[in-house]
């Protein structure tokens, strides 16, 4: 019996006439990788959270695709493909689709479960036809979906993941990051702290006791350490803690006077509203003012947290009050769309969405091999992060990465955040052999 | 036929051919059609979670169905079974019967011992023992034991696995395109498919969708077996009154013990299965909502019946996966027919009950199934025939039916 | 030493969340015999009662205000509450400064309303059926609710702030003779354990001094003979399965300055709160109390850092390990009685 990877479409046809059971099938045409678009239309997947903690999220990076989708296709304003340039010259998006062909896409739900995202993104590919997938708002979900995508033979543009295993550790062939990581956090935060809080304090670690909160307490600490800081006790925390009383009440009386909180969500906000109300933010610690950081910031999430977070430091991969000609343009055309600025989740699926389809039409194909050597090396700009660049060894995007405080006078209910610094990505690039992990080859499909 | 009687063995027969024949019955639309995207299920992943969970399901039937033990953690032996199978699949051969064997055989031992302490209580005492055990082992699983269970993250393969068997056997870091080898059986992988174009239909039939077949006919068939065995009978009338089994002199413990080791074993066995289909394993399936939804599966379906636990598997599953997957684009497409206004109030009706909302709609399915069809969709199914039969023979012709 | 005084204020705390919520699931439990997989939910609507009061206190006008500019460089949208303009600002300003302790007034009604719906439309009808049936179909509603919330009011957390007078720690450290400082503990957090305490109290009294207390009390221990002296006892338990809801949500409603409410907080208690209850003996009151503020103060202890890096992950699972011992060693939990539950 001749049998097949599990390619979608139009790869044995039977005679129709021919009773159901007793078809004989016959090849028509091979595929030359696996969902390999036959018709007028690509159709792309995209799998954010819709339901669970990061559901709001996951709504507005949906939001974002179906800006990039309308985009491609030439509807609307056409938001920052009238600014991305790649290698100093304009990208090749015309607004007919992606090399000809309208996109039309598929969406799922990841429940930001690793499990769940791959189930939906296997029905993504094994019954949609989808010839790439992207979103997702954890890096548990990144990693867990970036390896289906490499063994199934798929490209896997990633959303909102913050861990250094997603193009560290863990990275692969078929996956590739545009959002930046712990590493550069810390590398990008250690500075600016060391500046506004002195070179001699004594932090104190709560970091939620999972992959991500490891790799962002690991970056924190050593950055922060070579500025001459020191660490008294870094705690994991449970990651389904929501009362972190238990946890704070001790930070007081540590000795630290500087607490970071290495976590992210419903997590942050949790921790940060109890560390507000256990007086930390008001209080004196070897005769300074005690400090919080929280390493990674969320708009939407900060939300939450309300007054909580005014003049606490972090760092964010992209920020609505960007006054680049590309940031201003997408802020633009989602905000008239959508009538709210766009979130930084939603910002960094936007961008993987049109570097995907630039891709396509630089190598002609939608052949995962042939993306993947586009997007290995390529340089670009005008997308909101200033000039970056896709690196060939790890996959992870290269860009400047912003410092930004909770701001003290927010003028409306989206402006939390002001940015403090616009670190050159040069200062946070590292060498990338530092975290492990084997691209492999990339795995067409078929 | 092996030991079943004329009854069982039509409805071993019936379930043998729907499980045969899914990948035609779940394609019922055409598959460029608007109705087939959206509504075909016949996808090897989807249909490889309909029996591996139909077999988690007549797994935690056998002990709740028989019993009335209400286990509240069965997710842990899933996600034990998923873990053990996944490290075979690492460290030993990339072939998956040995981490299916192997899978079975540690969540037995490990529902040995959890067995042995929660069966020291019953009732609800015996619920919340078996909770904390399961709500225990995905935390650690979440935390402390992330270098055995990759922690959220969870497990999967890497290039740098050892998998020390001999290539002929499975073995192999790597395979010849340099990436990491697929988990495969008789030298064909779990995706390999085979598909069928009959005119615009397209039939996907699955290798590793008929791997897990055979295992969950096996599957019903033990349980047919125990139902219908002296054992299964005394664990009815441990069901009825445990107290006056106790009374006659009889120690109802062993039997407990090896029916809730049974049971654990199906969970095994089911995530055994889930690692070889998919090579990951997240510990959020061992949290307690993974184990509360086999227990809707069981009722939704059926408790105590043999076919109730399967068809509430697919039920669920079938929502978990189509109809969260139905976004505002699809339903404009649907109803783009109607003039604009009607389009719009029609978006707004049905769009909260899909997509994100299908939470909303699994609750009040099983909101309304508990309150009208107190037996499940089993009785459901009931009625209906009994409609008929009346119709046919008149009333009073009825005889109860099982 | 002050750590430990500091965790147990912690316990104390915590406990006050899980002794309210295990308090009314008992009430339930106990008068009606129903297991309620949707007490957690009761918590979070009652959360949501406060989150909504203080929409209904914020409720604005808008105008365009052509010296500010919005993130599109539009006239800004300013916002201003009703009631500044019917009290003035300042006035107006703390009137939403208190919602949280004002959303009290307005969540009573409505949570006991709440619940004798529910009890009338729903859980009557499953008082015969098995416990089985009864968990599912509430696990049902639970699911309902949250997911009519999460509509309306989306799935990040809604800040929900204490009124400013109650920001601030108070310093226990002087009162007990440690050093200033040591010991401080939020006001909030104090309120929070004193309004439990008081909660808790008042649900003693009504069903130990009053007559209506005694009977369902006496309906509780044995039903029918109370249903033959020709008391309508079901109406009765009606009306406990809304003091019942109305002890959660009172609870939900002074939770969300402590963690701001999402839809999903009531599951993220339901586990917890039966254990609480099982722990503590299935019908029993004071065991639920006790059991609560145990096990409380049992998280808070195995969080300290101390005991974190002797023993990794027991912060994670010493509720559970805790249940399971106390399971193992007595077992109808810490004040169960025989027969119950046990079928």
Redesign the interface.
Same mark, same amino acid.
């Given at each position: 019996m001749a049998h097949l990877k599990s390619t979608r479409r139009g790869v044995l046809a039977g005679g129709a006439a021919v009773g159901a059971g007793l078809a004989l099938p016959t090849i028509v045409q091979a595929q030359s990788y696996l969902n390999e678009p036959t018709g007028p239309s690509v159709i792309l997947g995209f799998n954010v959270p819709q339901t669970g903690p990061y559901a709001d999220e996951g709504a507005d990076e949906l939001r974002a695709y179906e800006l990039a989708v309308s985009h491609l296709n030439g509807d609307g304003d056409g938001g920052m493909t009238g600014t991305f340039t790649v290698g100093g010259s304009k990208n090749a998006l015309t607004g007919s689709g992606i090399l000809g062909k309208k996109v039309e896409y598929v969406t799922g739900d990841t429940q930001t479960k690793p499990d769940a995202a791959r189930a939906s993104a296997r029905s993504m590919i094994e019954k949609d036809g989808a010839i790439m997938i992207t979103g997702g708002s954890s890096s548990g979900v990144a990693v867990a979906v970036q390896a289906l995508c490499q063994e199934a033979g798929i490209i896997f543009m990633a959303g909102l993941t913050h861990s250094n295993d997603t193009t560290g550790k863990d990275k692969k062939a078929n996956g590739f990051r545009h959002f930046f990581n712990s590493y550069m956090s810390g590398a990008a935060l250690a500075p600016i702290l060391a500046d506004n809080y002195g070179t001699d304090r004594k932090a104190y670690h709560l970091t939620a006791d999972y992959n991500w909160g490891y790799t962002t307490e690991e970056a924190v600490r050593t950055s922060t350490e070579a500025k001459g800081w020191e660490t008294v006790a870094a705690v994991k925390t449970p990651l389904a803690q929501t009362d972190f009383s238990s946890y704070i009440a001790p930070v007081l009386n540590s000795g630290a006077d500087v607490l970071v909180l290495n976590h992210y969500g419903g997590n942050m906000v949790n921790s940060l509203t109890s560390a507000v109300q256990f007086g930390l933010r008001d209080a004196q610690a070897n005769g300074k003012n005690f400090e919080i950081i929280v390493p990674l910031y969320s708009r939407l999430m900060a939300k939450g947290a309300g007054a909580n977070v005014k003049g606490i430091f972090g760092s964010t991969n992209w920020h609505w009050s960007l006054q680049d000609e590309g940031s201003k343009a997408f802020v633009k055309s989602f905000g008239t769309r959508y009538g709210f600025p766009p979130s930084q989740a939603a910002h960094t699926c936007y961008v993987q969405t049109m570097l995907y389809a630039q891709a396509a039409e630089m190598a002609g194909t939608f052949n995962p091999c042939g993306i993947v050597e586009a997007l290995e090396g390529m340089e670009f700009d005008g997308l909101g992060n200033g000039p970056t660049l896709y690196r060939a060894e790890d996959h992870q995007c290269f860009k400047d990465v912003l410092v930004v405080k909770g701001k003290e006078n927010p003028t409306s209910e989206f402006d939390l955040l002001e940015i403090v610094e616009v670190t050159p990505a040069a200062q946070v690039t590292y060498d990338a052999s530092i975290f492990g992990g084997e691209l492999g080859s990339c795995n067409p499909g078929a | 036929m092996y030991g079943l009687n004329r009854k069982d063995t039509v409805l071993l027969l019936i379930v043998a051919i729907l499980v045969a024949a899914a990948p035609?019955l779940l394609n019922p639309f055409p &598959?460029t059609s608007a109705m087939g995207?959206t509504f075909?299920a016949g996808?090897? &992943?989807?249909m490889q979670?309909f029996v591996i969970f139909g077999i988690f399901a007549i797994g935690f039937n056998i002990l *709740?169905g028989l019993t009335g033990y209400?286990s509240f953690g069965h997710a842990a032996f899933l996600g034990v079974g998923s873990y053990a199978g996944m490290w075979m699949l690492k460290l030993l051969s990339i072939n998956v019967i040995p981490a299916i064997l192997f899978s079975i055989a540690v969540a037995g031992a490990v529902s040995l011992i959890i067995g042995w302490?929660s069966l020291?209580?019953?009732? +609800?005492?015996f619920s919340?023992?078996t909770?904390?055990?399961a %709500?225990?082992a995905f935390?650690?699983a979440?935390? #402390?034991?992330?270098p055995i269970t990759g922690?959220?993250?969870?497990l %999967?393969t890497s290039?740098?696995d050892p998998r020390i068997m001999p290539g002929f056997l499975g073995g192999g870091t #790597?395979n010849s395109?340099?990436? =990491?080898p697929?988990p495969s059986l008789l030298g064909?992988?779990m995706?390999?498919? *085979?598909?069928?174009?009959?005119?615009p239909?397209? *039939?996907?039939f699955?290798?590793g969708y008929y791997i897990c077949a055979t295992f969950m006919l096996l599957a019903f068939y033990i349980a047919i077996r125990i139902f219908r065995s002296p054992f299964g009978l005394m664990l009815k009338a441990i069901k009825s009154n445990q107290q006056r089994l106790n009374y006659t002199g009889l120690n109802t413990r062993p039997y407990m013990l090896t029916c809730f080791v049974i049971s654990g074993m199906y969970a095994g066995l089911a995530g055994g299965l889930m690692a070889a289909m &998919?090579? %990951?394993?997240?510990a959020?399936?061992m949290q307690?909502t993974a184990s509360?939804e086999v227990?809707?599966m069981t +009722?939704?379906g059926g408790?105590g019946t043999l076919i109730g636990p399967v068809l509430g598997a697919g039920l669920i599953k079938y929502f978990?996966?189509i109809f969260?997957?139905i976004?505002k684009?699809t339903l404009e497409a649907w109803f783009g027919v109607f003039p604009d206004w009607m389009t719009d109030l029609l978006v707004t009706l049905v769009y909260?009950f899909i997509?994100?909302?299908?939470?909303?709609t699994?609750?009040?399915? *099983?909101?309304l199934v #508990? =309150?009208f069809l107190?037996g499940g969709l089993v009785e459901g199914g009931q009625r209906i025939a009994r409609l008929f039969r009346r119709g046919k023979t008149g009333a009073g012709a009825l005889k109860p039916a099982e | 030493m002050d750590q430990i005084i500091l965790q147990i204020l912690n316990g104390l705390d915590k406990g006050s969340a899980y002794a309210l919520i295990a308090l009314g699931l008992t009430l339930i439990f106990g008068t009606l015999g129903v297991v309620n997989f949707a007490h957690g939910a009761l918590f979070m609507l009652g959360a949501f009662c406060a989150v909504t009061f203080q929409r209904l206190l914020t409720l604005s006008y808008t105008f365009l205000d052509e010296s500010q500019k919005d993130f599109l460089g539009n006239p800004l949208k300013v916002n201003v509450p009703y009631v500044n303009d019917w009290f003035g600002p300042e006035a107006g300003a703390s009137i939403i400064d208190w919602s949280v302790p004002l959303a009290i007034l307005f969540a009573i009604p409505v949570m006991i309303v709440i619940g004798i719906v529910m009890e009338r439309g729903l859980i009557r009808h499953f008082y015969k059926r098995p416990h089985a049936d009864q968990i599912l179909v509430t696990f049902g509603l639970a699911i309902v609710l949250q997911e009519i919330i999460k509509y309306y009011f989306g799935a990040n957390q809604i800040p929900t702030p204490a009124p400013q007078a109650m920001f601030g720690s108070f310093d226990f450290g002087a009162l007990v003779g440690r050093d200033p400082g040591a010991i401080i503990y939020p006001y909030w957090r104090i309120v929070y354990f004193l309004f439990a305490a008081l909660l808790i109290a008042l649900v003693f009294a009504f069903l130990q001094f009053t007559t209506f207390g005694m009977v369902v009390r006496a309906g509780m221990a044995d039903r029918e003979t109370v249903g033959l002296l020709g008391i309508n006892i079901d109406k009765r338990f009606t009306i406990m399965f809304g003091v019942a809801a109305a002890v959660a949500g009172l609870a939900g409603v002074m939770y969300t300055p402590i963690v701001s409410p999402n839809y999903h907080m009531g599951m993220d208690f339901l586990v917890i709160s039966f254990v609480v209850v099982v722990v503590g003996g299935m019908g029993s009151l004071p065991g639920a109390i006790l059991a609560g503020f145990m096990l409380g103060i049992l998280e808070s202890f195995a969080s300290m850092r101390e005991v974190i890096e002797f023993l990794p992950g027991i912060n994670q699972v010493v509720i559970y390990l805790a249940a399971i011992v106390i399971l193992l060693t007595r077992p109808r939990g810490l004040m169960g009685r025989r027969g119950v539950m046990e079928e």
């Open positions: - | 035609l &598959d995207k075909n996808y090897p &992943d989807l979670r *709740f209400l302490i020291r209580r019953s009732g +609800i005492y919340i023992l909770l904390a055990f %709500q225990m935390s650690l979440a935390s #402390v034991l992330t922690g959220e993250t969870g %999967q290039l740098n #790597v395109a340099g990436n =990491i697929a064909m992988e995706s390999e498919s *085979f598909i069928l174009n009959v005119g239909w397209a *039939f996907t699955n290798w &998919d090579p %990951q394993v997240g959020e399936r307690w509360g227990v809707l +009722i939704l408790a978990e996966n969260s997957k976004n684009a909260p997509g994100k909302g299908w939470h909303l699994l609750g009040l399915i *099983f909101m #508990v =309150i107190p | -």
